[in-house]
């Protein structure tokens, strides 16, 4: 069965420092992979994804995200974090012929002051 | 552009009742999806359409029915609803060839 794995269900981290989000991943074929980010009472929105070419994704409010096929991850990565990035962080996986996208349970980034 | 319009935001239901949640997407995307949010189980899969005319169950579709009435709208209608369906559902759509997903806004549903 095809899977996203995050785990650590709380990061915590202080303001300035480098954080990283665990993710690894169990999906048929070559794997398309994604991190969102959810703020209190609100959806989901698009971080980052790997579809294919440079190993080291650059996305959006500084993140970035390295893919390993021989480790099957795909860890989420900030040189410096910011409170604002206080939220739940989502790793997803498209796999298969009809296009599920298979999300983790999430993991929660507490960046103090 | 407006994305995925979900409705209604909020709603409370007794034991038993059905309602049908609607969810609307102007990108014109080939591929909708209705997920449940629950504590500490992230985003369980319903119900995923990968075209107009299909659909398909996902990890968790008993208790709900979909329909994809055109290209733009994905309903997920639940037949006679229980506690164990309060949640917080996001309906989402992508385009296969760009694979990027986008969200509604969710609607915060209580059985009681």
Known sequence: ?113 | NAGVTQTPKFQVLKTGQSMTLQCAQDMNHNSMYWYRQDPGMGLRLIYYSASEGTTDKGEVPNGYNVSRLNKREFSLRLESAAPSQTSVYFCASSDLKNTEAFFGQGTRLTVV
């Open chain 1, 1 to 113: 069965a095809q899977s996203v794995a995050q785990p650590e269900d709380q990061v915590n981290v202080a303001e300035g420092n480098p954080l990283t989000v665990k993710c690894t991943y169990s999906v048929s074929g070559n794997p398309y992979l994604f991190w969102y980010v959810q703020y209190p009472n609100r959806g989901l929105q698009f971080l980052l994804k790997y579809i294919t070419g440079d190993n080291l994704v650059k996305g959006s409010y500084g993140f970035e995200a390295e893919f390993n096929k021989s480790q099957t991850s795909f860890h989420l990565k900030k040189p410096s974090a910011l409170v604002s990035d206080s939220a739940l962080y989502f790793c997803a996986a498209l796999g298969g012929s009809q296009g599920n996208l298979i999300f983790g349970k999430g993991t929660k980034l507490s960046v103090k002051p």
